[in-house]
């Protein structure tokens, strides 16, 4: 499954960069690309792995951003 979770509080390539670190970490994760001036993170994960979103959503906090919406 492809996800865009829009975030704020990623403010340059290095804090997108940790980011996208965090979240492609994650077993099930396939992909990740964080983008600070889109404020946005794209991810593909299984969605079969038992609470995944919520550790894509952890990950991400984790490292500074908020979650929107």
């Keep these: 499954m492809q996800k865009k979770i829009y975030v704020a509080g990623m ?4 804090s997108a ?3 996208g670190a965090a ?3 994650i077993a099930g994760v396939t992909s990740c690309s964080a983008n600070a001036l889109k404020a946005q993170v ?4 299984d969605e079969g792995v038992a609470g995944i979103e919520a550790a894509i959503n ?3 906090e984790a490292n500074g951003a908020s979650v929107l919406g």
């Design 58 to 60: 952890s990950a991400i």
């Design 11 to 14: 403010f340059d390539d290095d």
């Design 23 to 25: 979240v492609s970490a």
């Design 17 to 19: 960069n940790k980011v």
């Design 42 to 45: 794209l991810v593909d994960f």
